[in-house]
Nanobody
């Protein structure tokens, strides 16, 4: 079993930046994909970005250029740098880990962008 813990959310003004962090409870050496998803009130959870253990990335089209996903030096961490934030990105952001056919979710961290 793997637990994921997110941090770094908060309240920021439009145009500002935030960096989200996610740490898994143990090192993961198998091929895997880590990523960020978000869920706004009344909407379905949707992809933000993913990164494979080999470093390949994938982004939601609307967020390309403003959000950057990266892995930490430790094999069990992933980050999401969010720049030029807009109110419409307000949501709960969830960290995700996929290992083979097993998926794990963090508890979520709230990101609120005020206009």
């Amino acid at each position: 079993q793997v637990q994921l813990v997110e941090s770094g959310g908060g309240l920021v003004q439009a145009g500002g930046s935030l960096r989200l962090s996610c740490a898994a409870s143990r090192s993961i050496f198998r091929i895997n994909v880590m990523g960020w998803y978000r869920q706004a009130p009344g909407k379905q959870r949707e992809l933000v970005a993913t990164i494979t253990s080999g470093g390949s990335t994938n982004y939601a089209d609307a967020l390309k250029g403003r959000f950057t996903i990266s892995r930490g030096n430790a094999v069990n961490t992933v980050y999401l740098q969010m720049n030029s934030l807009k109110p419409e990105v307000t949501a709960v952001y969830y960290c995700n880990l996929e290992i083979g056919n097993r998926g794990y979710w963090g508890q979520g961290t709230q990101v609120t962008v005020s206009s």
